[in-house]
């Protein structure tokens, strides 16, 4: 494997507040620009928030934190839970909020296989979410922009995040320093680079992993260790 990387880790921290019931207004403000606001209507769901109009991506964009946005799950999930599901939600772009995930790929259904995993996302279109539990009962993952896939560069946006449970939650966003989103090949998946080390990594079984503070993201090591052990994937899609 690699050497533990030396970047600290940065956390930047946005604002976008909910004003009234059913209305939320979302404020903008960039330095190259000037502020403004817009104005969404959002019908009331205890179980998820239509927003559904485009937000710019960018690594000082943050999503509103609504304790009633848990998404809809068409599938059972063996790692997700209420709160699982409202602290990730919480930072998702709006387009992704507003329909049910489908569950595309689980070890326990489909078996320990990079390949299948890919095979199951061809096709797809749309944001993913990666969600891990290593042998030390750890969850953590990431979600992406775009699906996972065999691909000679990286490849996303900045909505990609990585995220972990430890248990308290801990969401690192873009930091903007380079492009490194997603990359994936035969033999292994990686999200998160620069220097030498990737933010998530897992070998072709699904079974090794590895984990490190990196450029893309300046996260903290998602895992216990930064090299782990597999316990379960599930790999959720949101269709739009």
């Excluded at 209420?82 to 772009?93: E, F, I, N, R």
């Excluded at 326990?108 to 290593?134: E, F, Q, W």
């Excluded at 560069?153 to 801990?170: C, H, I, M, N, V």
Aim: glycine content about 8%.
């Amino acid at each position: 494997m690699w050497g533990a990387a030396e970047c600290r880790i940065r956390q930047k921290i946005g604002g976008m507040r909910k004003r009234q019931e059913h209305i939320t207004v979302l404020y903008f403000a960039r330095t190259y620009m000037e502020p403004h606001v817009e104005i969404i209507t959002v019908k009331d769901s205890k179980r998820s928030v239509s927003l559904c109009n485009s937000v710019e991506s960018e690594p000082e964009s943050e999503y509103q934190e609504t304790e009633d946005a848990l998404p809809v799950l068409k599938h059972e999930s063996q790692l997700l839970d209420d709160y699982h599901l409202q602290k990730l939600a919480a930072h998702m772009p709006p387009k992704a909020q507003c329909y049910p995930w489908q569950l595309v790929y689980s070890t326990a259904i489909h078996g320990t296989s990079l390949r299948t995993l890919y095979r199951n996302m061809a096709g797809l279109d749309s944001p993913v979410l990666l969600v891990i539990k290593d042998m030390h009962k750890k969850v953590f993952g990431a979600f992406c922009s775009d699906p996972l896939r065999v691909s000679k560069y990286f490849y996303g946006t900045g909505e990609t995040f990585l995220f972990s449970f430890s248990p308290d939650f801990q969401h690192y966003r873009w930091s903007g320093e380079n492009s490194y989103f997603v990359s994936g090949n035969w033999e292994s998946l990686q999200i998160g680079g620069g220097g030498g080390c990737f933010g998530l990594w897992l070998d072709s079984d699904l079974y090794h992993g590895a984990s490190f503070s990196c450029p893309t993201f300046h996260n903290a090591p998602l895992s216990t260790h930064e090299d782990f052990t597999v316990l379960d994937v599930e790999v959720w899609t949101v269709p739009i």
